[in-house]
């Protein structure tokens, strides 16, 4: 018996040493059933670790895209006060289009058009991120020269990519006192397909201003009264009614001149 006791006893220090030594060697400790389970996870990080790395890769192409929205909520915030006082100096016209072009992210996107990804492309982004760079650096004749070039392929530009164009040519458009141009860039965004309603209503408010701008005060008067059927419901507009009433109160009178002076002579 007290053999047994003894051998029980070694193998039991024996046991702890080993332990002991297991411990200090600083080696993992694993449970029987957790063997596998260990080495799939060291497989599983390098699974992930590549499946990472294509995601980023397989990102990049859509990195342009999310900037693109960035891009475009600075043409959006364009639109905000587009073109105040038909009778405002080009800068005033030009600052109140800024913000009739990107409002926040993705809040001033276009609705979506059936099977068409609504980003810019990565050759539109870029040409539209040297526009910004070129107009921050006051070189606004060549950032104008990108833009007319952006504007000759329109047509081939998905919904986005064209109500940011506009956002950007318009604001451009205007710094020049290019009226004739404005009017027409203005009135190809009332064309881009399931445009936002209040982009439009900008549109058009901007378009009343300018055609009294050049003396077309019919089509002014046509223009501001279609801004005030489209916004019928919307909320928040009571300062831009009011102004939109005091630009026809102008649009009218200045066409009563007109036909006045048609008149006489």
Known sequence: MNRRILLVLCTCLGLLFGVVIW??????????GNAVVAVQSGEGRGEESSHAQASATADSGQSAAAQAQVANSLAAAAEEQSAENSEAPASQLRDSNDALGTGAGAA?????????????????????????????????????????ALYEGFDQLNS??????????TNTLLRFEMWPESIGAFSRMLTIPDLRPDIGARALMALG?????????????????????????????????????????????????????????
């Open 108 to 148: 001033n996107t276009p609705s979506p058009v059936a099977g068409e990804a609504l980003v810019l492309s990565v050759s539109m982004f870029a040409a539209i991120e040297d526009v910004q760079q070129l107009q921050l650096g006051g070189q606004w004749e060549q950032s104008l020269d990108i833009l007319n």
């Open 23 to 32: 411990r200090g060697a600083g080696l993992p400790v694993v449970a029987p």
């Open 160 to 169: 986005f990519e064209q109500t940011t164009l506009l956002n950007f040519y």
């Open 209 to 265: 201003q300018l055609h009294a701008r050049v003396g077309e005060y019919a089509a002014s008067i046509s223009y501001l009264r279609s801004w005030q059927d489209v916004t019928v419901g919307m909320e928040n507009m009571e300062r831009s009614n009011a102004r939109v009433s005091e630009l026809l109160e102008q649009s009218r009178l200045g066409l009563q001149q007109a036909n006045l002076e048609e008149r006489v002579r």
